[in-house]
Nanobody
């Protein structure tokens, strides 16, 4: 099982990045995917998630209207499009996969089975 997060980098405030989470080793279509982030000195927190099959999505309030999560089951990949980035978005971003989230998804770490290694996003002011 592998989740490979990529697409992070350094961007100025107001800029955009698209993160990708490529999955392998499990039946991707059966899993909801979540994006989490951990800023220096802070706890890891949920950012957004998407259900396995019906496109249900959830965003934390601080990113609503700026981030968009999507998935391409044919490519076993989930994307997080991040626009209008702010310095407070700076963090290591992780993707995670949780089984049986068919019609919902969760921002709780406890329901996720597999985790990727993280990708650094740095937003300069």
């Amino acid at each position: 099982v592998q989740l490979q997060a990529s697409g992070g980098g350094l961007v100025q405030a107001g800029g955009s990045l698209r993160l990708s989470c490529a999955a392998s080793g499990f039946t991707f279509d059966d899993y909801g995917i979540g994006w989490f982030r951990q800023a220096p000195g802070k706890e890891r927190k949920g950012v957004s998630c998407i259900s396995s099959s019906d496109g249900f999505t959830h965003y934390v309030d601080s990113v609503k209207g700026r981030f968009t999560i999507s998935r391409d089951n044919a490519k076993n990949t989930v994307y997080l499009q991040m626009n209008s980035l702010k310095p407070e978005d700076t963090a290591v971003y992780y993707c995670a996969a949780g089984r049986s989230m068919t019609h919902y998804c969760s921002g709780s770490e406890t329901v996720y089975d597999y985790w990727g290694q993280g990708t650094q996003v740095t937003v300069s002011s």
